[in-house]
């Protein structure tokens, strides 16, 4: 699905999001302590918008299962970033690789997020930062209504513009599958992070998730 978006993929967002998105992606990368020079990965990394803001002071890996994503983020950003093909549930890196990690609109389409978290905690040094940001819809009612119906009527239609309403149709539905930030945050505490915190973002449309890597083992002792 995400390789037949890819053309019009950052377009389609900016319009859905009125662009928003682009602030919600400056609020991950404030979110992230990491010092100058980290080596940080971008998860799903798509078309490599968010790893770009933070490639001028760090060593950034984009990291997408979908290789069109990744043949156009490296077309504009391969002198800046590293791109690697790969399965969130199987990172293909070595033990404690990275300082920081960040993701963009990615945990909603994810099957099993602890298996994901457990893996991202493996690839993470102890103390590394994390800052994970997805749409979550608000919890109040009278924002719940028109934003469901927004995404139900609007994500589609864009969709339909640029000949592909099923893969926008998905989004809508894709957001049910995301847990509660609270559910969340107790998921990245059983993968071994600590510090979690989840920051709703206008009016609680996205949620904003940060944690840092424990230096031991959930449940365990010793440093990892």
Excluded: H
Aim: overall charge positive; glycine content about 12%.
């Amino acid at each position: 699905m995400f390789d037949a978006v890819v053309e019009r993929y950052d377009l389609v967002n900016d319009l859905l999001s009125c662009g928003l998105d682009r602030w919600w992606r400056r609020e991950t990368v404030r979110a992230i302590s990491c010092p100058p020079g980290a080596r940080i990965l971008d998860l799903g990394c798509g078309t490599g918008k968010l790893g770009a803001l933070l490639a001028q002071s760090s060593s950034v890996v984009g990291l997408d299962l979908s290789q069109p994503m990744l043949v156009s983020a490296t077309a504009r950003l391969g002198d800046r970033m590293e791109f690697v093909r790969g399965s969130m549930f199987a990172l293909p890196f070595a033990d404690g690789m990275f300082q920081g990690a960040i993701s963009g609109f990615v945990l909603r389409n994810l099957s099993d997020l602890s298996g994901a978290f457990s893996e991202l905690a493996r690839v993470m040094k102890p103390g590394g930062s994390v800052a994970l940001v997805d749409i979550t819809g608000p919890r109040r009612a009278w924002l719940r209504r028109p934003f469901d119906l927004y995404f139900d009527t609007v994500a589609p239609l864009l969709g339909r513009m640029v000949g592909q309403a099923a893969a926008y149709s998905y989004l809508s539905q894709s957001l049910a599958q995301l847990p509660a930030p609270e559910v969340l945050c107790q998921m990245l505490e059983g993968a071994g992070f600590v510090q979690v915190k989840a920051r709703p973002l206008t009016g609680g449309m996205v949620n904003l998730w940060t944690a840092t890597r424990a230096a031991v083992a959930p449940g365990g002792s010793g440093s990892i």
